[in-house]
């Protein structure tokens, strides 16, 4: 059973900065690609940054620059550094797993098989 756990979310101000985790219990990780999404209120889950197990990364443009995603592949852990935050990053964010060979794309749900319960951010201006 695998199961992705995040944790680090809470209350930030405007220009303040987040660092969330993402635990992995399963034996798959340092092959396997990590993403990160978010759902706003009222909104569907849009992508914001994924990792492929070779380091390289992708970001949304709204988060380029001010987001940094890493990972520790032998604390089977994913990481997402938010800095310099504004009200509309608040939403909930989930972190996701793709183990496939050859995944859809992973800017998309559909690239993803796991997905954790999402941690709470929001920012106030």
């Known amino acids: 059973q695998v199961q992705l756990v995040e944790s680090g979310g809470g209350l930030a101000q405007a220009g303040g900065s987040l660092r969330l985790s993402c635990v992995v219990s399963?034996?798959?990780?340092?092959?396997?690609?990590m993403g990160w999404f978010r759902q706003a209120p009222g909104k569907g889950r849009e992508f914001v940054s994924y990792i492929r197990s070779n380091g390289w990364t992708n970001y949304r443009n709204s988060v380029r620059g001010r987001f940094t995603i890493s990972r520790d592949n032998a604390k089977k852990t994913a990481y997402l550094q938010m800095d310099n935050l504004v009200p509309e990053d608040t939403a909930v964010y989930y972190c996701a797993q793709s183990v496939r060979a050859a995944p859809p794309s992973l800017a998309t749900n559909a690239g993803y098989d796991y997905w954790g319960q999402g941690t709470q951010v929001t920012v106030s201006s």
């Open positions: 399963g034996r798959i990780f340092s092959n396997s690609a």
